[in-house]
């Protein structure tokens, strides 16, 4: 159901030519009110596409008629041209649409480094808004993806009122955010600035939290469109939780999809002395090569993961940390602890807990592990 | 001629059975004087082996009458008794050797989290104790290997005195220090003071700058033994410039046998506003694995340098940053620059440059690219 789930949101997904394989590769999301508002987040990389720079800049007004996406070219460090291409993208579909430019965003994904073929993209806008529908959420999910090997859509449907939406990323995947593009709908009836302040609450959880190869993206890019359709307007609280489901929805999909990965790591931090503290651990756990090439084996290395805490300026005492793999604490007081043979990793997800034993804060991070089929992938195409 | 290179010291290297094997792993380096000045430097992590423990107690006098090292086992995260077990091994040397145990410096390095066999390693101990030769450096370089193909040896002689020194290391390299031990000797008559300033200039500029995977071990350890044997007291600068180049010599010897590397990648950052912003940059590409990957399939992808730089705080503009690979300036102006067709990546050394335009300050970071071989010797083997 995707990003048409929520009433008031038309889409559709088409093949433009844009990549060579003649994959679908051009989408278009249509907000069609009563409400157009809308939020935003985007990558923390300061080199950013032209689509960013330009989303960026349209989202300021808190209001979006509709979204415009493409695989097969990420337009990024493609210059003063670049920022054209994707001005004259928007202003294409604000024709069709009737509406301003201002009110389309734009969002590319793909190689980094070469100009789009326009000749190819802007008739397929055209084509995209004539297929415009209610059912259309699933092939402009399918259209976004890039090496991902299936499309992802979530969608939480609450009493009179929904939130939908889509993802696609599976490499270049790390924080701030994971990199990836997510367009989420609602028909619930609320303003920009409450979207705004749902939309950070959930991905600063969610999405942020997602790290599956430290590597951060140029075209990182979180959007959430309500229509107010339902004309119900939700408590915060409940609208807030919902958002947040779809994106921990989503944000499992990526982990599960990502490049090569033969196994999901949940990286969990307790008993840290503070929630920064608990991210910086995690992520740090979860950015290790070395640990991941020994999940990838199924060696429950935990040394791993304390040389990994130890580069870290968390509070902490080096005799204090535990370490649990898959249930077993195999670390205890920052020595040996249970027999690692109990550790079972024959299974796709594995937990690990680190324990710093220095307060109660807690944070997860998701990863997933290193792989030959990571390296394969990543050698062969340039993405 | 390794460590033995130097007039005043003998060395010996054995197997102790600590390796099951049967490989040598056990060296031990002896100062006979007249003096017995020393210096270290040691990992940043701050979960430290016990053998870096008690080293970095026993530096602090200043003074070093031998060092014993093992392979086969880090003695990292083994708690108390992990520490008495190195207490035991140089209060066993000083024994031999007729000298205080607090003259003795201890080295490991293998697998975290596991106690040393001491039944092995004392009686290697002794063993090596009576084969101390003026030709043992090579024997005892050869002795501390782990996963490292060769062992790595490096001489320098000026007018009268020498630096020389071994060094082992393959995987967990990264910064501060790279993941090694290294042992230097010289024959020149310094104090303690002028080695710990040549030592510490030195390996800042050298193995803290070489970064194989990330990964920063438990155990690093680089020391620096005078025993002022030729008589002569060179000037700071050349004695600081001959330790300089062994460092650097060791340093490239270590990234040429990374784990499962097929390419040497110097990434050299210049014009950056200061050389922290530089070693910052550098270091950051040197870690894009997404980055590394390319490189192994020979596949000149600067924009994944430019979504590295992105991440950084140094100074740069975006629309500024030019990058040259092997000698082309693929991109230029945060944008496309010559063809990337003309870039050869056929050599085992690629060359990455990266100009920030933002300053004159420059700085090189070593590193490898990630293989699909890498993955496999770090998910098979515990270490």
Redesign the interface.
């Known amino acids: 159901m995707s990003v048409t789930a929520a009433k008031g949101f038309t889409a559709a997904g088409i093949a433009a030519g844009i990549k060579e394989n003649g994959n679908p590769d051009l989408a278009l999301v249509v907000n069609n009110g009563p409400r157009r508002a809308a939020a935003g987040v985007f990558t923390?990389?300061?080199?950013?596409a032209a689509p960013v720079l330009w989303s960026e800049q349209v989202l300021k007004s808190g209001q979006l008629a509709a979204v415009v996406l493409n695989s097969g070219g990420?337009n990024?460090?493609?210059?003063p041209k670049?920022f054209q291409d994707t001005h004259a993208t928007a202003e294409k579909a604000a024709e069709l649409l009737g509406v301003g430019a201002g009110e389309v965003a734009v969002c590319s994904t793909g190689?980094?480094?070469?100009?789009l073929p326009m000749d190819k993209l802007l008739p397929g806008v055209e084509t995209a808004a004539g297929l415009l529908s209610e059912h259309g959420g699933e092939k402009a999910a399918i259209a976004i993806k890039t090496t991902d090997t299936v499309h992802k859509t979530s969608v939480v449907t609450k009493d009179g009122w929904t939130v939908g939406g889509m993802a696609k990323g599976a490499?270049?995947l790390a924080p701030g955010l994971a990199t990836m593009l997510v367009v989420l709908t609602t028909d619930a009836d609320l303003d920009a600035g409450t979207l705004d302040k749902a939309l950070r609450a959930a991905t600063r959880v969610t999405f942020d939290r997602v790290d599956s190869?430290?590597?951060?993206?140029?075209n990182d890019t979180v959007l959430l469109l309500a229509s107010g359709a339902s004309g119900i307007a939700p408590e915060y609280a409940e609208f807030a939780e919902a958002v947040r489901t779809v994106c921990d929805d989503l944000g499992q999909q990526l982990i599960r999809d990502a490049e090569g990965a033969s196994k999901d790591i949940k990286v969990e931090v307790v008993n840290a002395a503070t929630e920064q503290d608990a991210v910086q651990v995690g992520r740090t756990i979860a950015?290790?090569?070395?640990l991941k090439?020994?999940i990838?084996?199924e060696?429950p290395?935990?040394?791993?993961v304390?040389?990994?805490?130890?580069?870290?300026d968390a509070a902490?005492e080096?005799?204090r940390?535990n370490v649990a793999i898959n249930g077993v604490w195999v670390?205890k007081?920052?020595?040996?602890g249970e027999d690692r043979e109990l550790v079972d990793m024959r299974y796709r997800e594995v937990h690990i807990v680190a324990d710093l034993a220095a307060g109660s804060e807690t944070a997860t991070i998701w990863t997933n592990d290193?792989?030959?089929d990571?390296?394969?992938?990543?050698?062969?195409y340039?993405?």
């Open positions: 923390s990389n300061r080199v950013k990420a990024a460090c493609t210059g670049g190689l980094i480094g070469v100009l490499g270049m190869d430290g590597c951060m993206s140029t950015r290790n090569n070395l090439c020994a990838h084996g060696d290395n935990w040394g791993r304390l040389s990994a805490i130890g580069t870290t902490f080096p005799d940390l670390c007081n920052g020595g040996v290193l792989t030959a990571y390296v394969h992938e990543n050698s062969a340039s993405s």
